[in-house]
């Protein structure tokens, strides 16, 4: 290498250790925080942290079926967790576990519940804020079984701290409508 091609490399080189200064002195670093979304306020879902055995009832099923759901508190303050066991029964071939998780979406105004299973199923459904005792969730998500056609509503009314019953349908492929309907007691 002649002595202008080493003049004109050790150019080159100044030339592009400057301008990377120069650009890293313009990048603007943001100091504050990451924001967070607003904590939702979970007070009026409390009563519901404990133990709970419920009786389900379809109507495509030859009787009752007995459901144990545990709630409890995420430690950051944005969920409220519950673990579904739905107990076995002449027709349901062993224990199946679920869990569900509610939060608050305060920038959307909705509540938001998420809903997985051991088998590989799921759903997400969203409620407005509730008026006075019963909250009316719709699916936005929901895993696709062979027969069912559609989703009705869940519909969950809190009768007393201790008592509580949620209601729904779903429409088969045939047109036939299964109505169920769950009646819990806090143990």
């Not at 030339?15 to 904590?39: Q, S, Y």
């Not at 379809?58 to 995420?74: A, E, H, K, L, N």
């Not at 997400?124 to 696709?144: E, F």
């Amino acid at each position: 290498m002649n002595v202008s091609s080493r003049v004109y490399a050790a150019l080159a080189v100044l030339l592009m250790a400057t301008g990377a200064t120069a650009f890293a002195a313009t990048m603007k670093v943001e100091g504050t925080p990451v924001p967070m979304a607003p904590k939702p306020d979970m007070s009026a879902l409390q009563y519901l942290v404990g133990t709970w055995q419920c009786s389900d009832l379809s109507s495509r099923r030859p009787g009752p079926f007995s459901v144990t759901q545990v709630y409890s508190m995420d430690p950051s303050g944005y969920w409220l967790i519950r673990d579904d066991t739905t107990h076995k029964a002449s027709w349901i071939p062993r224990d199946f576990h679920s869990q569900v998780k509610v939060t608050y979406d305060a920038l959307a105004k909705r509540w938001v519940r998420i809903t997985t299973g051991d088998t590989g199923g799921y759903s997400v459904a969203t409620a407005p804020m509730s008026a006075g005792m019963k909250k009316t969730y719709t699916y936005v998500i929901q895993a696709k079984s062979r027969d069912i056609a559609t989703y009705g509503p869940l519909v969950f009314v809190k009768l007393s701290d201790t008592k509580k019953t949620m209601t729904t349908s779903f429409t088969e492929t045939s047109g036939r409508v299964v109505t169920a309907k769950e009646t819990c007691t806090k143990s």
